[in-house]
């Protein structure tokens, strides 16, 4: 992986105790990885404005996110699968995006022999950070998936500009900037998870988005131009974090009900992808997980958010990834699975009745220690 190293704009800008503490976990990952293949490659459906639609979802391998390298965020181990030297060149980059459409060929039968109307590109960093993806692999990848529907890229805020999402709406694919925002409480967001930015960038960043299909001229100027294709639409599609550490249980569950309802009354952000955290190699939560000092969320929190902002002008998500592992948001073990599948199923309907079909004891011990659990005294329950 590339080393960890303060030597870069960003110190000073989170918590500098944090950042040494990370750059120390992080430096004893000593693993490399192949610069022209991607760190992961998937078909899936997801829900978007235009409905629920198949997806390609691409991890592109890069020399990682630049904050990381310099301590970076306590729960994201994501960095420790970057390319070493802290940059991958053009032709890598591209030589990724062509095995990630092979795999799409190879598996057309996921998606009924057509191909899927959503690309998602993730660096686990900033795809618009031009020190990860240059500006010419940018404007390559925009030419090569021009003739699907949406893309999502991911980026913090800092590098949402309006000029790189018209590379891709200029095409006419609506284009929706992934922002790990995590919160919408600064304090919780630079204590607990050691991230620079406040929610008043991440409004910024929705301004910059949204901006681009405001630009757009009206439909009798547009039928007057040779353009065969419309104009696409900029949106944020913002990325909640439930229970970073040094919060209780029922601290995690307040902080992602108001964060949920505060992230969609921006203008421009139109989706939540509210996910539980789970316990990452060479990061602090993993050190703290190892001492008896961090427990995944329950399953059940996860329901009891989505459930309670089912009301709300917008999509809400959720991707319990590890599920069922104690390193991953779980119960009991007997009803995680149902849980789930309950979580996947309100996904696409948007529908809280989903989780009335689930019943398990262990939801009484799951109350209690959402009542009682305070922050030093994590974890109450296993």
């Known amino acids: ?37 991607p760190t992961r490659v998937w078909l899936d459906e997801d829900n978007t404005p235009d409905g ?35 940059s991958v060149p053009h032709e890598d980059l591209m030589a990724q995006i062509d095995a990630c459409l092979e795999h799409e060929q190879e598996n057309a039968e996921d998606l009924r022999g057509e191909q899927a109307d959503l690309i998602k590109i993730y660096t686990s960093g900033s795809f618009l950070d031009e020190r990860e993806v240059p500006a010419e692999t940018r404007q390559a ?20 500009d309006r000029e790189k999402i018209r ?8 284009c929706d900037v992934a922002i790990g925002l995590e919160t919408a409480t600064d304090r919780v967001r630079r204590d607990c998870v050691n991230k620079y930015f406040d929610f008043s960038d ?17 439909p009798d100027e547009r039928a007057a131009t040779d353009e065969s294709r419309e104009q696409g639409r900029g949106g944020v599609k913002a990325y909640l974090l439930m229970k970073p550490p040094f919060l209780s ?26 996910n539980p955290c789970n316990v990452q190699r060479y990061t602090m939560v993993e050190d703290l997980y190892h001492e008896g000092g961090y427990r995944p969320p329950w399953l059940w929190s996860v329901a009891e958010v989505l459930e309670a902002t089912a009301d709300v002008d917008g999509i809400v998500v959720s991707d319990p990834v590890g599920h069922g592992s104690e390193r991953g948001p779980h119960n009991c073990g007997d009803c995680d699975d149902r849980l789930q599948r309950a979580v996947k199923d309100f996904d696409q309907r948007q529908d809280p009745a989903v989780f009335d079909q689930v019943s398990c004891d ?21």
């Open 1 to 37: 992986m590339s080393q960890p190293s303060p030597d870069v704009y960003e110190q000073g800008k989170g918590m500098d105790a944090h950042n040494k503490v990370m750059r120390e976990v992080r430096s004893r990952n000593d693993a490399s990885y192949d610069p022209r293949e």
């Open 52 to 86: 629920f639609v198949n997806s390609l979802t691409i991890i592109l391998n890069t020399g990682g996110c630049r904050w990381a390298r310099a301590g970076g965020c306590t729960m994201c181990g994501y960095v420790a699968e970057s390319v070493d030297g802290g």
């Open 141 to 160: 990848i925009a030419d090569t998936f021009a003739d699907r529907d949406r893309i999502v890229v991911e980026s913090l805020p800092d590098f949402v």
């Open 167 to 174: 590379e891709f709406t200029e095409h006419g694919l609506d």
């Open 202 to 218: 991440f409004e910024d960043a929705c301004e910059e988005a949204r901006a681009v299909g405001a630009e757009r001229p009206p």
């Open 249 to 274: 249980e029922g601290e995690a569950v307040a902080d992602m009900k108001r964060s949920v309802r505060r992230c969609l009354d921006v203008a421009g952000c139109h989706t939540v992808s509210m």
């Open 362 to 382: 262990c939801r009484r011990t799951w109350e209690a220690v959402v009542e009682r659990e305070r922050s030093y005294s994590l974890p109450l329950a296993r």
